[in-house]
């Protein structure tokens, strides 16, 4: 057995015990669990006494990327080849460069991420569970029972206990679910999900910040595959297994204690720390082992929205691969096929954005394009601080 | 000024047999530099009687003649060191951001060949034989004045002339790797990391985050305005002509990025003016003719202008030292220092369609898309003898072309007037051939206007 498949075996082996001791990690307990809330609550004191846990994994996470800054900047001062440059690679002050102008298309992406946040946080207080019947395939915990919708991932780990439903209800949890799969795909992922607006998140905070981030190969993100698929199993099996895999999801830590609600946390409230903090350094790295996107990409070859790509136009920069926060080779590689759709692709339209070229990629809606590449859009903004 | 530095020794010492010797050296340096002198202006003559809007050229015209004909070092800022520097993969915003000037000293001048011819290997291509007739000869400021040379290892000619000038100056020899995966641009990175290291060594400057984002800056905004220039061009043709649009481009070599940003801009809004107005140059329905190949440096223009002068049209050009060298821009993705520097190496490897890549079909498509772009009519190959890895890759774009229909021929030059009559026929026969295949009502109406 090769030494890279012992890693992979050991790192999916000890996954899996996590998870299936997972209660056995308490990150912070209550002693009764509340799964609602009501609008006179929101905002008040308790509410707020309600995100303590929220904040203590923002606070370790913190602590944790300042530590592997830390550490980083130690081993390069140390290495001969980078001391030099250790000073300019910490550095956190330097001039925004003026390339590239905001597009609506990312502010829309935005909006739309913030706002579904919002909508599941607090919508279900606020507007009433008009649609409890429906299932959306995002990871918004649904242990907050006042969401606006329901969350597929529920059932999806819980498999025992779909089987256990009316027809009815297996009924539209099987119809919504596949419906915004087929119809929308892992674009969810890119714009609802509020796991990908935490990563997201951080991400804009390391590039404020200036923090150098870590550039993933091709090696690594197969190296991570194998994981994928123990996430995945673990979600559909555990429940079968006798263990609970809500204990280890890291989702669990985010929108129920933003709605106020009294959930313990378990392994997941760890996993969450890791999570911030590996995002930090890498763009949605949960979303490159999530197993309910994996699920979702399926439908990469049906899905209505689409990356195009223009093939003669391609001049292979691969300025769109360094942007992709999924590591998708392919969409600059590919020399054929103007559907680049790929099982990992989120549509978050960082490719389409840093793109150089006129028209070589695009997002595309039942073959309509939403958002093209423009070579003005990469370089135009550069006239303004050329006459300062 | 080195001219004047020569002429000014005493006369006393003129007894000895090296001070004769010394003399002999002397007025073989004044005939170079003359000779040299008389080769630029009567290639910048022959651009300038080609008409069009050559009035528009003049700043470009300019930078050459400054440094080819008045032999003075390209203008820049006083104490600003200059750092040579060969191909495209050579970041010229590292040698920004550490406080100097980059210029390119790839080579076109017939004078300094002939000496290099004698210096360096007889296979070895013309490009590289004028590099080190320049540097052997003494005379030019624009090499001579370089603090340091950045030889990037590409093909085997630049590898050799890389050790060859290590005797005269500082030189840095870059590796660029042979492929472009993602171990070999985190490899690139590091020797980027360590060019950035020796360039400021040079300067006494460091490259700072700061200084580094400022030259983004400076050349992202050249490199706008060399996509307005192309773009304009597309959108309409015979607005001027590719050989001077090639010596336009060739010019940033010997200009400072913010100089030629600003002459490109004067140039833009000078030809959107004439374009809105329908100031062509012809309005003959010229043969659209692409040049692609080995570099072509001024002043070794004679193929762009032989296909001018018989009444073709350069359209677009797939060289190094014209649309390709800065066409494709830099993409900073991470705002971080590394990031930065990520974004360098990745610019300098994975668009570079340069055949020196162990794989290199990226090169057909782009080919494709500009024949797409430009509506090509037909394709010049040019080779210059010696220049192995594009003679290589003839065979696989003239297949390609084939398949599109498009003609194509390969043009062998050396730098030399000789082979110029040669050239003008195979030029004007494979421009009268277009003009045929165009069909016959066509090439009449472009003889009536």
């Known amino acids: 057995m090769s030494k890279r498949g012992l890693i992979a075996g050991i790192a999916c082996a000890s996954t899996a015990l996590v998870a299936y001791f997972a209660w056995q990690f308490s990150f912070f307990e209550y002693e009764t669990a509340i799964y609602t809330t009501t609008a006179d609550r929101l905002f008040t004191s308790d509410h707020l006494a309600k995100l303590v846990p929220l904040l203590l994994i923002g606070l370790m996470s913190a602590i944790g990327i300042v530590l592997c800054v830390a550490v980083r900047g130690w081993l390069t001062r140390r290495d001969p080849a980078h001391a030099p440059f250790a000073a300019q690679r910490a550095s956190r002050s330097a001039r925004r460069i003026r390339g590239r102008r905001v597009s609506g298309f990312m502010v829309a992406r935005w909006a739309c991420m913030v706002g579904f946040f919002v909508l599941m946080v607090f919508g279900g207080v606020i507007l009433g569970a008009r649609f409890a019947n429906i299932s959306i395939p995002v990871l918004s915990c649904p242990a907050n029972?006042?969401?606006?919708?329901?969350?597929?991932?529920?059932?999806?780990?819980?498999?025992?206990?779909?089987?256990?439903?009316?027809?009815?209800?297996?009924?539209?949890?099987?119809?919504?679910?596949?419906?915004?799969?087929?119809?929308?795909?892992?674009?969810?992922?890119?714009f609802l999900c509020p796991m990908g607006l935490a990563q997201d998140l951080m991400h804009t905070i390391r590039q404020a910040t200036r923090v150098e981030g870590?550039?993933?190969?091709?090696?690594?993100?197969?190296?991570?595959?194998?994981?994928?698929?123990?996430?995945?199993?673990?979600?559909?099996?555990?429940?079968?297994?006798?263990?609970?895999?809500?204990?280890?999801?890291?989702?669990?830590?985010?929108?129920?204690?933003?709605?106020?609600?009294?959930?313990?946390?378990?392994?997941?409230?760890?996993?969450?720390?890791?999570?911030?903090?590996?995002?930090?350094?890498?763009?949605?790295?949960?979303?490159?082992?999530?197993?309910?996107?994996?699920?979702?990409?399926?439908?990469?070859?049906v899905q209505l929205f689409r990356i195009t790509k223009d093939c003669t136009a391609c001049t292979e920069c691969g300025a769109c691969y360094e942007a992709c926060p999924m590591g998708i080779r392919q969409i600059y590689t590919e020399r054929a096929c103007a559907n680049v759709t790929d099982v990992n692709c989120i549509m978050c339209g960082e490719c389409?954005?840093?793109?150089?070229?006129?028209?070589?990629?695009?997002?595309?809606?039942?073959?309509?394009?939403?958002?093209?590449?423009?070579?003005?859009?990469?370089?135009?903004?550069?006239q303004r601080s050329a006459h300062e | 000024m080195s001219r004047q530095a020569i002429a000014g020794t005493s006369p006393a010492a003129a007894t000895s047999p090296s001070a004769v010797e010394a003399r002999r050296e002397q007025r073989r340096r004044q005939l170079f530099s003359s000779k040299s002198v008389h080769l630029t202006q009567k290639y910048l003559r022959r651009?300038?009687?080609?008409?069009?809007?050559?009035?528009?050229?003049?700043?470009?015209?300019?930078?050459?003649?400054?440094?080819?004909?008045?032999?003075?070092?390209?203008?820049?800022?006083?104490?600003?060191?200059?750092?040579?520097?060969?191909?495209?993969?050579?970041?010229?915003?590292?040698?920004?951001?550490?406080?100097?000037?980059?210029?390119?000293?790839?080579?076109?001048?017939?004078t300094a060949?002939?000496?290099?011819?004698?210096?360096?290997?007889?296979?070895?291509?013309?490009?590289?034989?004028?590099?080190?007739?320049?540097?052997?000869?003494?005379?030019?400021?624009?090499?001579?004045?370089?603090?340091?040379?950045?030889?990037?290892?590409?093909?085997?000619?630049?590898?050799?002339i890389a050790g060859l000038l290590q005797d005269m100056c500082p030189v840095h020899a870059l590796p660029v790797p042979a492929n472009k995966g993602d171990e070999d641009v985190e490899t690139f990175v590091a020797e980027l990391y360590q060019l950035a290291d020796v360039v400021s060594q040079h300067t006494g400057q460091a490259v700072t985050h700061e200084s580094l984002a400022r030259a983004f800056e400076r050349t992202g905004y050249a490199q706008y305005e060399l996509s307005r220039f192309l773009r304009i061009r597309r959108k309409t043709?015979?607005?001027?002509?590719?050989?001077?649009?090639?010596?336009?481009?060739?010019?940033?070599?010997y200009l400072d990025v913010d100089a030629w940003a600003h002459a490109m801009r004067t140039l833009n809004d000078e030809l959107e003016r004439r374009a809105h107005a329908k100031q062509l140059v012809?309005?003959?329905?010229?043969?659209?003719v692409m040049l692609t190949g080995s570099p072509i440096v001024f002043p070794n223009i004679k193929v762009p202008l032989l296909v001018e002068e018989s009444g073709g049209m350069v359209v677009a050009d797939e060289t190094c030292m014209g649309e390709r060298g800065m066409s494709d821009p830099v993409v900073p993705v991470d705002t971080s220092f590394d990031g930065l520097m990520r974004a360098?190496?990745?610019?300098?490897?994975?668009?570079?369609?340069?055949?020196?890549?162990?794989?290199?079909?990226?090169?057909?498509?782009?080919?494709?898309?500009?024949?797409?772009?430009?509506?090509?009519?037909?394709?010049?190959?040019?080779?210059?003898r010696g220049c192995l890895v594009y003679d290589y890759e003839y065979r696989m774009v003239e297949e390609e072309l084939d398949r599109l229909g498009i003609p194509v021929i390969r043009l062998e030059s050396d730098y030399t007037d000789e082979d110029v009559e040669q050239l003008r026929i195979r030029t004007e026969a494979f421009v009268e051939m277009i003009k045929l295949k165009k069909g016959p009502q066509r090439a009449n109406r472009s003889m009536r206007g």
């Open chain 2, 237 to 253: 043709p015979n607005l001027l002509y590719g050989t001077h649009a090639m010596v336009a481009m060739n010019a940033s070599s």
């Open chain 2, 344 to 384: 360098l190496a990745i610019r300098a490897l994975r668009p570079c369609p340069c055949p020196t890549f162990a794989d290199n079909t990226q090169r057909l498509y782009r080919l494709r898309r500009m024949v797409r772009d430009h509506r090509v009519e037909g394709v010049i190959y040019h080779v210059l």
């Open chain 2, 113 to 160: 060949f002939s000496v290099g011819d004698d210096v360096v290997a007889r296979d070895a291509c013309p490009l590289v034989k004028a590099i080190a007739g320049f540097k052997h000869m003494g005379t030019l400021p624009l090499y001579e004045n370089c603090s340091l040379m950045v030889v990037p290892i590409t093909c085997d000619c630049k590898k050799r």
């Open chain 1, 352 to 382: 389409v954005r840093c793109c150089p070229e006129d028209g070589a990629l695009a997002l595309t809606f039942a073959g309509k394009r939403l958002y093209t590449s423009k070579r003005a859009r990469v370089v135009r903004g550069y």
């Open chain 1, 145 to 190: 029972m006042s969401q606006l919708t329901e969350t597929s991932c529920y059932y999806l780990a819980h498999l025992d206990e779909l089987a256990t439903l009316p027809w009815t209800g297996i009924a539209a949890f099987v119809v919504s679910t596949l419906g915004f799969v087929l119809v929308f795909g892992r674009t969810l992922c890119g």
């Open chain 2, 282 to 288: 012809t309005r003959k329905d010229r043969p659209r």
């Open chain 1, 214 to 301: 870590v550039a993933m190969t091709e090696d690594m993100y197969q190296a991570l595959v194998p994981l994928k698929w123990t996430m995945l199993l673990l979600m559909i099996g555990l429940s079968f297994a006798g263990g609970n895999f809500c204990n280890f999801c890291p989702a669990i830590a985010l929108t129920p204690a933003a709605a106020g609600l009294s959930v313990s946390l378990y392994a997941s409230g760890f996993i969450m720390v890791f999570v911030l903090i590996a995002s930090f350094f890498k763009r949605r790295f949960f979303c490159t082992i999530c197993p309910l996107g994996f699920l979702m990409g399926m439908a990469n070859k």
């Open chain 2, 47 to 110: 651009m300038r009687d080609l008409g069009g809007s050559a009035e528009l050229m003049q700043p470009f015209f300019d930078a050459m003649e400054r440094v080819y004909v008045r032999g003075q070092d390209v203008r820049k800022p006083r104490g600003t060191k200059t750092v040579g520097t060969y191909c495209v993969q050579v970041p010229q915003e590292l040698v920004y951001a550490a406080g100097a000037q980059p210029v390119k000293l790839c080579s076109g001048h017939y």
